[in-house]
């Protein structure tokens, strides 16, 4: 099946040694949202960025979201929804719901969507992700009806996490194309 990645960044963009822009390259079917603001995010604007993107897509969309970007893509679905999205990998979700875990920033973004997600899905998180707890991302997950993988050891999974390439990401990424009908 032929489909556009997506790659949806959070706080800060992705960097070049992020495992996104890894991604970005290595997947030529693949583009990347780019926000006006990576620093000073308000949703509202995200949103516009994120529902002009996708109209710009021909075609059926895989998002692949990282941190606040996977908080944005529920957002999204939840007050935009178009049904060229066709699954979404949620990596890393950031928890805007709680002070201690993410910065004030993020905070506009709360509360986070609650509703079930329309498209097969997949949440990966760890067990030492400094801005989610593993319950909430397993909560998440549950309430969104996303499959839950917990990686481990590996931080938020960003740069600090050393990935490149992330060849764990991508066999699950292949697990949740796998389980696209269309």
Do not use: C, R
């Not at 002070?99 to 067990?127: C, G, K, R």
């Amino acid at each position: 099946m032929e489909y556009t990645l997506l790659i949806v960044p959070g706080l800060g963009n992705s960097g070049v040694q992020h495992w996104q822009t890894y991604w970005l390259k290595l997947f030529p079917n693949s583009q990347k949202l780019i926000q006006e603001n990576w620093d000073e995010p308000k949703l509202k604007d995200w949103l516009d960025a994120l529902n002009k993107k996708i109209a710009s897509i021909e075609g059926p969309i895989v998002l692949v979201a990282h941190s606040l970007g996977s908080i944005l893509v529920n957002h999204w679905t939840k007050t935009s929804y178009d049904n060229k999205v066709i699954a979404a990998l949620l990596v890393a979700p950031a928890d805007v719901d709680s002070i201690t875990h993410t910065p004030p920033e993020t905070w506009n973004f709360a509360p986070i969507p609650q509703t079930p997600l329309p498209y097969p899905s997949m949440v990966i998180t760890t067990d030492d992700d400094p801005y989610i707890a593993t319950e909430k991302a397993k909560l998440l997950a549950d309430v969104w009806g996303s499959k839950f993988v917990n990686v481990g050891l590996k931080g938020h999974l960003n740069t600090a996490s050393n990935l490149a390439y992330w060849e764990e990401g991508q066999l699950l990424f292949q697990e949740l194309i796998a389980t696209i009908t269309t």
